[in-house]
């Protein structure tokens, strides 16, 4: 595991266009943490590292929102009103195992909804430090 701070704005988006610039197709990024910790800042990240121009919305009402416009088509999710057998429902396998859906970038917010996860994953823990200051903890789960 590995904890990046992120004293502001900035640094959260930052760490997002970094991710968004490297890393590949098929990846699956769990976003869990405090409520307001910086998961979508962070996803608004991955969006300009991705090259993708549209702003990036949360998906809190709509469930998904997808961008297809950048280096990889980015599939952005909040499960954040849903309960873990009503994820089920979601089929969201078929975002990582690409069969139905164009390979991508899946970055879920709310992970801690999900029932069951994909065989490798990058987690990232976003959560209010002490003394208020914004942290990520990242694993990678291969
Ligand atoms: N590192 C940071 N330092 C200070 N403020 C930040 C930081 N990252 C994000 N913010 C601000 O925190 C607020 C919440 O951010 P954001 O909506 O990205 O959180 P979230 O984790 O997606 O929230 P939710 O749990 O509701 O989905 C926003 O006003 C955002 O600008
Ligand atoms: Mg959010």
Redesign the pocket.
Known sequence: MTTIF????E??QQLGITLGKTLNVGTVILLA??????????VQGIGKGLGIIDPIV?P?FTLINEYIEGRIPLYHL?L?RLEPHEVIGLNLESYWEGIEVTPGIVAI??AERMPYLPDSYLRIC?NHGENGQ?QAEITEIN
């Open positions: 992120l004293p502001d704005l640094a959260t943490g405090d409520l307001g910790a910086g998961k979508t800042t962070l949360s809190t909040d954040y917010e709310w976003l914004r």
